[in-house]
């Protein structure tokens, strides 16, 4: 009885506290502290085995081990996978190069876009 009452208990708290989903941030794991990142922070970020690299709008880099897979579900629906190896930030995209396939982001580095995505890319750009 005490014990269904203290879960009960427990329950409505977490119920109360807000979660970072909702805050728009990632929750990332360096160098033995947590860092919180705003999703509007996020430029892009590029898979390197099972690590990841994560660019920052005011150029910084950031190494986490998470897969690109495993980001991308922490992720809300600003962030696109263009390619195997790259999710965007569809706000820090400045141009498409549909010829080429390549994206240019705010900060002038250029990403790939897979051959599969390019029709969905380019029909999300022109919406």
Known sequence: MIIRKLNNY???RNDERPSFKKLQRLVIHQDGCI???NFEHIEY?????NYCHIYLTNDEHLLVS???KSLLEDLDNTFIRTHK???ANMRCITAY???DAMLTMT???QLDVSRANKSMLKNLMIR
Do not use: C
């Open 10 to 12: 427990n329950q409505s």
């Open 35 to 37: 860092r919180l990142l």
């Open 45 to 49: 970020i590029k898979a390197d085995s």
């Open 66 to 68: 998470k897969t690109l």
């Open 85 to 87: 190896s790259y999710i």
């Open 97 to 99: 190069h549909i010829k």
């Open 107 to 109: 900060s002038g580095n």
